[in-house]
């Protein structure tokens, strides 16, 4: 075992060298909070020195880093590796998936488990632990998907909290039909997390909305990708946002929206947080790196690429307005929703935008995109980089310092980052599967000179090479103290109080005798007794036709309600004129007179 508790697997003899001793010299070493210079000893996949004139034992491998970064390796929060969905299998499996997260810089990946319909939250579970954990080239933990709520859904929660090293539950308020779930259960899984010291993840959007504006985009002909931007507008996102968060708060629990794609939507969340609620939000390398104006491309098969949900928006200023959340502390974490598909899996929804499977690519680029929109234009300094795209979510789920931090003790996983390096995106260059990039031509600065994971070198001078099966499942644990630590404080302030007061003494009315009396006139004898005679106070005989509001409770006409009818007939047409009365100073003064 090691010292984190999980097994330790054979290493190939290929890997038995010198990487199990590396010194990396002469860089600046970047963390959330600091830069400086030092160096930095590896040995067993764990940090053991930082700083100058280290001793170092024989046989160590020495790498230069003068001129460049040394940063913690990138923590990808949202990917779907070979994840079946909406008819098909996102092409990304577990090995081809970490292979372009090494390659771009991210030393770690948080993947979803989703429940088949009627597949328990276990089985699930075991079958995506199943397929990672031969494949992984890195690191990776697991998220999990709660479609509905009952007994037994909160006794696996349990279990997999306790036990199965999991403290992220992800609700989804979309996709009807499948694993959509409605507020009554999504509270009660919040007041679950919250029990069991877990995260709620929330996919924001408004699915009845979706649904209804969908179907009139069909029946009006609008059947391509355009659709997909058409009937997902960004105030479905801000109100499914708003929604989620106010029913986290009510039960006293932190909530994470995922994938925030929406102006409208960050400004939820930024408005929550200025209220003091516990709520994350997570933008993705897709929002932050291009726009949705590709859905309208006169090119189906480019137009599809770039189909998710929520979709990319068309305003081409939202992805620097997310990048100024992320800077403002409003946002937090970033990930990819690394989700991919092949043309043929897209065309499965040519004649219907609904049934395009929803997903891009984004896990090996979103280091260098990041480091492009943001670092290179002034957005970001260098250690809020380092915050957004790893040390803020190993504190969020519970994994800090042992990922998210250059430090003695952590676990080795670090890439020397070359600020000034520049590549261009391609597919043809990419280490996905999938053969389309929704990045496709743009050049950025931010290149991942070296990748070491767990000691191990992955990436050397832009050379990929990897291992499958050799990255490791990383427990989250539950009660994470960057989150709960609030919760539990915020627990003894809002305790429900109870009032101490003398019993009341009297009558009570028997709430069954007045089942079949009107509500507002239940109480009043004299409106009964006119009512039992045939005699209303003011009856239709007296002019109903002129009034639109109800009487009161005492059966007489509302004082709030006009008595003019605009059809020529007044109430008063059948009484005879009042007398003439002579009035010596009408309202206003005389207009006779001397003066």
Not at 72 to 84: E, F, K, L, S, V
Not at 436 to 455: L, P, Q, R
Not at 588 to 594: K, Q
Request: hydrophobic share 35%.
């Amino acid at each position: 075992m090691s010292i984190h508790g999980t097994p330790v697997k054979k290493v190939p003899i290929h890997l038995q060298s010198a990487q199990n001793r590396i010194l990396i010299k002469g860089g600046k070493i970047v963390n959330d909070d600091v830069i400086s210079e030092g160096d930095i000893y590896i040995e067993d996949g764990i940090i053991k020195q930082v700083g100058r004139d280290l001793t170092i034992p024989g046989g160590t491998r020495t790498i230069e880093a003068r001129g460049k970064l040394i940063i913690p390796g990138g923590i990808d929060t949202h990917t779907h590796m070979q994840a079946p969905f909406m008819g098909s299998v996102s092409v990304d499996d577990f090995y081809h998936g970490t292979k372009a997260a090494l390659a771009g810089g991210t030393t770690m990946i948080m993947d979803f488990v989703i429940p088949l319909k009627g597949e328990s939250l276990l089985e699930a579970y075991d079958k995506w632990r199943n397929w990672a954990d031969s494949k992984v080239c890195c690191d990776y933990s697991l998220h999990v998907v709660v479609p509905n709520f009952n007994p037994k859904v909160r006794q696996e929660m349990e279990i997999l909290t306790k036990e199965k090293g999991v403290n992220s539950f992800k609700m989804m308020m979309a996709y009807k039909n499948f694993l959509m779930i409605r507020d009554d259960e999504m509270i009660q899984i919040f007041d679950a997390c919250r029990e069991l010291g877990a995260l709620g993840m929330v996919h924001a959007e408004n699915e009845d909305a979706i649904e209804l504006l969908a179907n009139k985009l069909l029946a009006m002909g609008v059947t391509g990708p355009e659709g997909n931007d058409q009937s997902r507008p960004e105030e479905v996102e801000a109100e499914a946002t708003n929604r989620a968060i106010v029913l986290a708060d009510t039960v006293n629990c932190p909530v994470y929206i995922v994938h925030v794609m929406s102006k409208m939507a960050a400004d939820v969340i930024a408005e929550k947080r200025k209220q003091g609620i516990l709520c994350f939000g997570e933008p993705i390398a897709a929002g932050l790196g291009t726009d949705g104006s590709h859905q309208y491309n006169k090119c189906w098969r480019h137009a599809a690429g770039h189909v998710m949900r929520p979709p990319l928006r068309l305003d081409p200023t939202t992805s620097g307005y997310l990048l100024d959340m992320l800077a403002s502390g409003n946002l937090q974490t970033t990930g990819s929703d690394n989700c991919t598909f092949n043309a043929d899996q897209k065309a499965i929804g040519k004649d219907d935008f609904t049934k395009i499977p929803a997903g891009v690519n984004g896990v090996e680029d979103r280091m260098s995109i990041i480091w492009e929109k943001g670092v290179m234009t002034g957005k970001l300094d260098p250690c809020q980089f380092v915050a957004v795209t790893s040390t803020n979510a190993a504190k969020i789920f519970n994994i800090y310092p042992r990922k998210g931090r250059i430090a003695v003790g952590s676990d080795a996983d670090v890439v020397i980052w070359d600020p000034n390096q520049v590549r261009a995106i391609s597919a043809k260059t990419h280490h996905h599967a999938c053969d389309f990039n929704i990045f496709e031509g743009m050049s950025c600065h931010g290149v991942a000179h070296y990748v070491i994971s767990n000691g191990r070198i992955f990436v050397e001078e832009g050379d990929v090479k990897v291992t499958q099966g050799v990255g490791r499942f990383v427990p989250t644990p539950p009660f994470s103290p960057h989150v709960y630590m609030k919760v539990q404080e915020r627990e003894k302030v809002i305790c429900p109080k109870k009032v101490e007061r003398e019993g009341y003494v009297g009558s009570v009315v028997d709430a069954r005798q007045l089942s079949a009396a009107p509500p507002l006139l239940q109480h009043n004898d004299s409106y009964n007794q006119h009512r039992a005679s045939g005699e209303l106070l003011f009856s239709a005989q007296q002019g109903d036709e002129f009034y639109s509001r109800p009487p009161t409770r005492g059966g007489y006409r509302n004082l709030q309600d006009s008595s003019f009818s605009l059809s020529g007939a007044q109430i008063d047409d059948n009484k005879s004129p009042r007398a003439g009365i002579r009035v010596q100073n009408p309202p206003g003064g005389r207009s006779t007179g001397l003066w």
